[in-house]
Nanobody, 122 residues
Framework: QVQLRESGGGLVQPGGSLRLSCAAS????????MSWYRQAPGKERELVAY???????DYADSVKGRFTISRDNAKKTVYLQMNNLEPKDTAVYYC????????????????WGQGTQVTVSS
């Protein structure tokens, strides 16, 4: 069974920084694209950033220049470094990954983490 678990959320003042982590565990054979999404109260879930297995990245316009996504393939972990945080960044942040399970080689599935709350407020 495959699981994703996020950590690193919390309360931070405007202009501050946080680093989110998301680790995959269980019967993981390979991880393709890894992404971070967020959902603010009353809004739809939106893509924040993604990173391919080879390290190519892309970001939502609202976070370009402030957020950096990275991954450690050996640790099966993706990170989101968030700098110069603004109140509009307040949301639950979710990790998503396209994972090929060991028991189903050749097929992959998208998995979600449980989410971690990020609150930016003075």
């Amino acid at each position: 069974q495959v699981q994703l678990r996020e950590s690193g959320g919390g309360l931070v003042q405007p202009g501050g920084s946080l680093r989110l982590s998301c680790a995959a565990s269980g019967t993981v054979f390979n991880i393709n694209i890894m992404s971070w999404y967020r959902q603010a109260p009353g809004k739809e879930r939106e893509l924040v950033a993604y990173i391919t297995e080879g390290g190519s990245t892309d970001y939502a316009d609202s976070v370009k220049g402030r957020f950096t996504i990275s991954r450690d393939n050996a640790k099966k972990t993706v990170y989101l470094q968030m700098n110069n945080l603004e109140p509009k960044d307040t949301a639950v942040y979710y990790c998503n990954a396209d994972i090929e399970p060991t028991i189903q080689r050749g097929r992959s599935y998208y998995y979600w983490g449980q989410g971690t709350q990020v609150t930016v407020s003075s």
